[in-house]
T-cell receptor, first 112, second 114 residues
Framework: DGGITQSPKYLFRKEGQNVTLSCEQN?????MYWYRQDPGQGLRLIYY???????QKGDIAEGYSVSREKKESFPLTVTSAQKNPTAFYLC???????????FGEGSRLTVL | AQTVTQSQPEMSVQEAETVTLSCTYD???????LFWYKQPPSRQMILVIR??????QNATENRFSVNFQKAAKSFSLKISDSQLGDAAMYFC???????????FGKGTTLSVSS
């Protein structure tokens, strides 16, 4: 089945550690996104990529990094510089013709 | 800069009744796309409905329809014949044009009672 796969679903991290969240898609979409969701804050854009080897910062990119070496993959690294990383993270890819975003099931990161 | 505002953090409706969720936005572009997404308790985001700004006709998808007022920059979602399964958080979203990021509002939590 075509879709977006995020892993892991749940992740615990100690303060000071970097963690990487995986996002893979088999929809042949060029554009991919990472959003952070906090209660009462909606979805805030972290990074997005329109094409392989290119990506742009969103509104809350500080403390995060991404790479886009393959069309199918857009991993997000939450670095130790991110001051409040506990959140729900959503990855999406976008159909260029309709603009529709297709979302993964999300990853819940908890910093202990 | 583009912004999306949802002024109703929470709404409630009874089964079979109609409810309208509000959304206003700001953009300097004339051509853009507007979306409503649903996030049920499972947290899986699902597209509800989509509107292209150049189209004057309001989009409809079964029980879901929009009232798109371009001059007022308003994009409300009407849910008719509400069902228990409609209970979710609903997000309004805007994309100016291909190549720019899709921006979301803060969401409205809809409760449906029997």
């Amino acid at each position: 089945d075509g879709g977006i796969t995020q892993s892991p679903k749940y992740l615990f991290r100690k303060e000071g550690q970097n963690v990487t969240l995986s996002c893979e898609q088999n929809l042949n979409h060029d554009a991919m996104y990472w959003y952070r969701q906090d209660p009462g804050q909606g979805l805030r854009l972290i990074y997005y990529s329109q094409i392989v080897n290119d990506f742009q910062k969103g509104d809350i990119a500080e403390g995060y990094s991404v790479s886009r070496e393959k069309k199918e993959s857009f991993p997000l690294t939450v670095t130790s510089a991110q001051k409040n990383p506990t959140a729900f993270y959503l990855c999406a890819s976008q159909d260029w013709f309709t603009g529709e975003l297709f979302f993964g099931e999300g990853s819940r990161l908890t910093v202990l | 800069a583009q912004t999306v505002t949802q002024s109703q953090p929470e709404m409630s409706v009874q089964e079979a009744e109609t409810v309208t969720l509000s959304c206003t936005y700001d953009t300097s572009e004339s051509d853009y796309y507007l979306f409503w997404y649903k996030q049920p308790p499972s947290r899986q985001m699902i597209l509800v409905i989509r509107q292209e700004a150049y189209k004057q006709q309001n989009a409809t998808e079964n029980r879901f329809s929009v009232n798109f007022q371009k001059a007022a920059k308003s994009f409300s979602l009407k849910i008719s014949d509400s069902q228990l399964g409609d209970a979710a958080m609903y997000f309004c979203a805007l994309q100016n044009q291909a190549g720019t990021a899709l921006i979301f509002g803060k969401g409205t939590t809809l409760s449906v009672s029997s």
